[in-house]
């Protein structure tokens, strides 16, 4: 895949077309084709035995690290956007975007609430004719932690540390919207523009992350559902003085379960469906990872003995 450098689309105030300004609760770019950041890149390259590392700097409120790890079959790509300045009386809305050769016929597909494949069709609705008049803002669609594209043997998978808009406004390539900044209301309720400001008056900087893999289409989703599950849910690390002779390890289950099977929830509760605070029940809950037919081994029907 080719990384384009991070683009920005200028926020409409109204147009011709409709008088309905970009703000907090719409999109509404005000060309359909977004522009870089910067035309000039100034990069560096950090090489160790363990990690690589491409820093990118396109401006002085925006950056980028794309970062290889020894053994790692994925990149990662890392993020750091803002305060975007608006001095020039345009609200921006920032994007990361990959380019590909993949012929994807206007198809693309994001998650529902980490789970649930769905197929998106460009310039298309399944239960309605639809008149397109908005071309980009009308082929956004939630992300929650992943979009991907694929040809006949291909697929890029591009994994969200969180909840993003994002789409595949041309063949081949992927978009993930990572931050905006806004100078008019969209009139749907909350009467002021979204501009929230830190204390020093500027207004947000945010970091992020995203994985990207390029893997065969046969075995994609061996990949990308395991890891989609390991940067949604971190572990925590905390610190805090123990003795040396501490527990190091420790498990609940006498025998892994299988690859496909997650464990969702394991709580105590007191049988009261809505308190999970302490009694002489337990909830259990566990979850078939993959869709039918995603994978030919992730796929298969799994019988959990308890």
């Known amino acids: 895949p080719r990384f384009r450098p ?61 970062r290889l790890r020894a053994g790692q079959r994925y990149l990662e790509l890392e993020w750091t956007v803002g305060p975007i300045p608006v001095g020039d009386g345009w609200g921006k809305e920032i994007i990361s975007r990959f380019e590909t050769p993949l012929r994807t016929d206007g ?11 769905l197929e998106r069709r460009r310039d298309y609705r399944p239960t309605w004719n639809l008149n397109q008049t908005e071309p980009v803002a009308g082929n956004y669609y939630p992300v929650n932690t992943r979009i991907f594209i694929k040809d006949q043997k291909l697929q890029l998978t591009v994994l969200t540390d969180r909840s993003q808009g994002g789409s595949s406004v041309t063949d081949g390539s992927v978009e993930l919207m990572v931050h905006r900044r806004l100078l008019q209301d969209d009139s749907r309720g909350v009467g002021e523009p979204l501009d929230e400001q830190e204390p020093d008056g500027r207004g947000l900087r945010v970091r992020g992350l995203h994985r990207v893999l390029l893997d065969p289409v046969a075995t994609a989703a061996e990949r990308h559902r395991p ?25 609940g289950l006498r025998r892994e379960l299988p690859h496909n099977v997650h464990l969702l929830t394991l709580a105590a509760g007191d049988g009261d469906a809505g308190d999970a605070g302490g009694g002489d029940t337990v909830l259990l809950r566990l979850e078939h990872q993959f869709a039918r037919g995603e994978s030919e081994s992730g796929s298969r029907p799994v019988t959990i003995d308890l």
């Open 107 to 117: 198809r693309f597909y994001t998650d529902s609430n980490g789970r649930q494949i």
């Open 6 to 66: 991070v683009s920005r689309y200028n926020s409409s105030g109204g147009d011709a077309l409709s008088p309905q300004p970009s703000g907090a609760y719409i999109f509404r770019p005000g060309a359909p084709r977004p522009v870089p950041v910067s035309q000039r890149v100034p990069t560096a390259l950090l090489k160790t035995p363990l990690v690589q590392e491409l820093h990118q700097n396109f401006s002085s409120w925006c950056s980028q690290v794309l």
């Open 227 to 251: 890891l989609a599950q390991e940067l949604g849910t971190p572990p925590f690390v905390l610190l805090a003085p123990a003795p040396l002779a501490g527990t190091r390890q420790f498990s």
